[in-house]
């Protein structure tokens, strides 16, 4: 039931055709109790493609097609679509991939902001590759691939760290019975 309020509250902010909107400046349209501000309008024009091609034939343009789609998204409201089980289901994996990715995202740039790899080590690595007959560059040459390697499997490992202590703060419970075909 939790996650069908979250999802709920999800759509109320994606489509808001309640009219309940706070004013954040003058009303640019009204859609039946729909309003779009000229700030809102600006936002979404700037970031559309329309927004590339700032004249009055492209504002009217990109309005036009924000009128259509709210006016199908009333539609589909009306008609309860926004109730259908497998539009909440798919609002759910949308929402939940989302903030999957924008927290790997951030996590991914912690960990690339706190990654150091010594020039000792990389030289380490290079005298290694020579040895064994890897490479025949001069060590100029190898030096950004190899702290690139480094840096790299570096963060992953330290990726990897963090979803284990993840794994291991958490209480995780599995019906391994439940796996089997049935």
Avoid at 105 to 116: F, L, R
């Amino acid at each position: 039931m939790k996650k069908y309020l979250i999802i709920l509250a999800i759509l109320g902010l994606l489509f808001g055709c309640s009219g309940r909107k706070e004013k954040r400046g003058e009303v640019l349209v009204k859609i039946n109790n729909y309003e779009i501000t000229q700030a809102e309008f600006e936002e979404a024009f700037k970031a559309s493609s329309f927004g590339r091609t700032d004249n009055l034939e492209s504002r009217k343009e990109f309005l036009n097609n924000l009128i259509n789609q709210k006016l199908i998204l009333q539609d589909a409201q009306q008609k309860g679509l926004d109730k259908d089980k497998n539009f909440l289901k798919m609002i759910e994996r949308f929402w939940e991939q989302s903030l999957l990715k924008i927290t790997l995202d951030k996590k991914s740039k912690e960990i690339a902001g706190s990654t150091y790899v010594n020039d000792k080590t990389i030289e380490e690595i290079y005298q290694r590759m020579v040895k064994e007959g890897k490479t025949s560059k001069p060590y100029d040459k190898m030096y950004q691939q190899i702290k690139w390697e480094l840096t790299k499997a570096k963060e992953t490992q330290l990726m990897s760290e963090w979803i284990n202590n993840l794994n291991k703060k958490a209480q995780i419970k599995i019906n391994y019975s439940l796996l089997e075909k049935k």
